[in-house]
């Protein structure tokens, strides 16, 4: 496959990807992105262990992260981003454990779901 076409189907991924972000969290603003900001600080410490394990074990091994960050990370107003999270919350992709926030086993569990296919499409283009 030449590159032009590579490129054509990598750009029809990545708007499959945002479309279901789309069809997942309707009109709910910032959420896909709070909850990708909050799960990359999550990993920063992760080491080989299942990342669809309980919530208990995911909190032992990962790195809390907290609305400072979410809002230098996005440029957003804090209240913005605290009522946003306080949502997510409510929805059980986001957990506050003494202060810090964690992205739940509901929220790990679809997203390695779309991180395997999403490597194996990856894959196929290679």
């Known amino acids: 496959m030449d590159s032009v076409k590579k490129i054509i189907e990598v750009e029809k991924l990545i708007t499959a990807i945002y479309a279901d972000e789309i069809h997942l969290y309707g009109s709910r603003p910032y959420y896909a992105q709070i909850l990708k900001i909050i799960y990359h600080i999550n990993l920063k410490t992760w080491k080989d262990k299942d990342l669809i394990c309980d919530n208990e074990t995911f909190i032992e091994h990962a790195l809390g992260s907290n609305i400072n960050a979410v809002t ?3 440029n957003l107003p804090r ?3 605290r009522r946003k999270v306080n949502e997510l919350i409510e929805l059980d992709y986001v957990m506050r454990v003494d202060g810090k926030l964690y992205v739940t086993q509901k ?3 679809t ?5 395997v296919l999403f490597h194996k499409k990856m ?3 290679a």
Do not use: D, W
């Open 123 to 125: 894959s196929n283009l």
């Open 107 to 109: 929220y790990r569990k």
């Open 72 to 74: 230098r990370g996005l």
């Open 111 to 115: 997203t390695f779901e779309k991180s």
């Open 79 to 81: 209240e913005t981003v």
